[in-house]
């Protein structure tokens, strides 16, 4: 072993990572009325904040907080379901952290930077040198190890991972500007001239979201953001900023750290934080070769999911006829129709004579007879009557469901029980 690889191995034993999962995720509409953004289901078989986990215990970082807040039950189950085979006699734990009032009678979570504050006592009897701050609603593939080592080489007191973004699309994102050493000089959010990255003119560097900081000074820095009226609390608008004035700030971009496979052409790192962005996310994966290959066991991403049986395809009978054409079905699923680009999640139900194209059906949602469905997300615990016709009219569409602007449609058991009610 080198000495780079076990100095990194020693690195991550002496840190502590927060995974900040109280996300409300209120641009994916009814997808969060009941669960939080970290745990919407994802690819088939995981939820969102599974990633940022995975990357955790892939990179040997076993010392973890989850830290919750809005709607978490769904989150909490998948948490301690999927992830309770930490070894405690190794010094290795998942922590759930949700909000309990725990200052006073009042306040829940006032910004991610209260979150962590407000758990301070937690982390320090930890007795961390290094702590890790990931936001747990992106989908990433990360060694943390090497940011870790950056960190530590650099003689920062905090290190932001940044994810490079073409430069005329960077107004859209709050942009890092940094000198030579990539030490931060300043922050600026959604800025209309933004500045390049170092090397790179056509691209710019965007939070996102994952920081490390020596555990001393972040504590006086939460102690003190703290008792600024004036704060939001939060690291983006707060913490960061005041690091990048304090001089102590350098960044790192995300292909220094990011996990690729053979053959990606570039790291792959998205926020699926709208409809759109969600169902294009989880279409990729049926392509031939998608941009996330989930098929890499050396970066295995770990979830928890019930003991089912192999999907089935039944019938041999023409318009009847079980089959999948580059589409990715889970366990438990019973297939008697047509599919195609879709992504189906466990136990779900496709009746014959139905069509499912360019679609997504999270976990047991049942397809009935003479079903067409095109480019359209399907809540959990769904079940779409005979007939139904879904993406081929985008009035009809509009009026019964959430329809984007780009054509996703997006269907939840509530809207169709209305539409029950109304005799349709």
């Known amino acids: 072993m080198s000495n780079q690889v076990f100095d990194r191995s020693q690195l991550t034993r002496r840190a502590m990572a927060l995974v900040l999962a109280g996300g409300r995720g209120s641009r994916l509409k009814e997808l ?31 010392r973890i907080g989850v830290v919750t807040q809005y709607k978490s039950h769904s989150l909490l189950r998948h ?43 937690i982390i320090e009897s930890n007795g961390p040198k290094y702590i890790v701050i990931l936001a747990g609603d992106h989908i990433y593939k990360m060694d943390y190890g090497r940011m870790l080592a950056y960190h530590v080489a650099k003689g920062a007191e905090c290190t932001v991972g940044c994810i490079e973004v073409p430069l005329a699309e960077a107004s859209a994102f709050g942009v890092m500007a940094v000198d030579a050493a990539w ?63 304090n001089g102590v700030a350098c960044a790192q971009p995300f292909s220094k750290s990011c996990v690729m496979s053979e053959g990606d052409e570039s790291p792959y790192w998205r926020d699926v934080g709208t409809i759109d962005a969600y169902w294009e996310a989880n279409i990729d994966l049926t392509a031939t070769k998608p941009q996330l290959n989930l098929y890499d066991n050396e970066w295995p991403i770990w979830t928890w999911q019930e003991q089912l049986p192999p999907a089935k395809f039944v019938h041999n009978e023409p318009g009847r006829r079980g089959e999948a054409i580059e589409s990715m079905v889970s366990g438990g699923c019973i297939i008697s129709g047509a599919l195609n680009r879709s992504l189906l999640f466990s136990s779900c139900r496709v009746h014959s004579h139905s069509t499912v194209n360019w679609s997504v059906m999270l976990p047991h949602v049942t397809v009935g007879h003479h079903v067409r469905l095109d480019r359209v997300v399907v809540d959990r615990g769904c079940r779409l ?40």
């Open 385 to 424: 009557p005979d007939g139904l016709v879904v993406g081929e009219d985008p009035i009809e569409d509009a009026r019964r469901f959430r329809r984007t602007d780009s054509g996703i449609t997006l269907i939840t058991q509530t809207m169709l029980n209305r539409l029950a009610q109304t005799g349709e």
């Open 79 to 121: 948490v301690q379901r999927g992830w309770g085979f930490m070894k405690a006699e190794m010094n290795e734990f998942i922590d759930l952290l949700p909000a309990q009032q725990r200052l006073d009678d009042e306040s829940w979570y006032r910004g991610t930077a209260d979150a962590v504050y407000q758990n301070i006592d």
């Open 32 to 62: 969060t009325d009941t669960r939080s953004k970290p745990a919407v289901y994802f690819g088939g078989k995981f939820r969102i904040v599974d990633f940022s986990l995975s990357n955790c215990l892939n990179s040997n970082l076993r």
């Open 183 to 245: 030490q931060i000089t300043d922050f600026i959010e959604k800025p209309d001239n933004p500045p390049p990255m170092p090397g790179r003119r056509d691209m710019a560097l965007a939070s996102m979201g994952v920081y490390v900081f020596n555990a001393q000074y972040l504590y006086d820095e939460l102690r003190r953001d703290i008792a600024d009226p004036n704060s939001a609390h939060d690291f983006g608008r707060d913490i960061i900023p005041a690091a990048v004035r």
